[in-house]
């Protein structure tokens, strides 16, 4: 990918936590063809509809989706799995009606520096 984000959101939708298996996915946008897999394959798998998920072809995780009826010519890379995530934060959470309850406060939790906790 080269350039800027189109965008880049914390998505609380269930086909998000349901592929991901965490309570949300963090994804950033690109134009695509600002796009492209430089290291290994990526093995797609239709989700629903349009709804193209890829993942790594050697180890499973989730790299990227194309919904061409809904984000035309947009690629969504799971930003968590970039070598630098830290330096991208997302800037706004998006799928919220679908949000589990317990993700609204999470600064309320208990938190420990590491697992596991004393």
């Known amino acids: 990918m080269s350039g800027d984000p189109a965008h880049h959101a914390l998505c609380h939708c269930r086909d998000c936590r349901a592929s991901s298996g965490a309570p949300a996915t963090a994804w950033m946008a690109f134009p695509a ?11 797609s798998y239709n ?6 998920r890829h993942f790594c ?3 499973g995780t989730g790299m990227y989706f194309i919904n061409e009826q809904m984000l035309p010519g947009i690629v969504d890379i799971q930003s968590a799995t970039l070598d630098d995530a830290q ?3 997302p800037a706004a959470q998006i799928q919220t ?7 609204s406060d999470l600064a ?4 420990f520096e590491w697992y596991p906790g004393p």
């Not at 989700?47 to 193209?52: K, N, R």
């Not at 009606?97 to 993700?103: H, K, P, S």
């Open 87 to 89: 330096a991208h934060p």
């Open 47 to 52: 989700s629903s509809g349009a709804s193209w």
């Open 57 to 59: 072809g050697q180890c």
């Open 108 to 111: 309320a939790m208990p938190q």
């Open 33 to 43: 063809e600002n796009f492209n897999v430089i290291k290994g394959k990526a093995v």
């Open 97 to 103: 009606a679908e949000r589990l309850d317990y993700m």
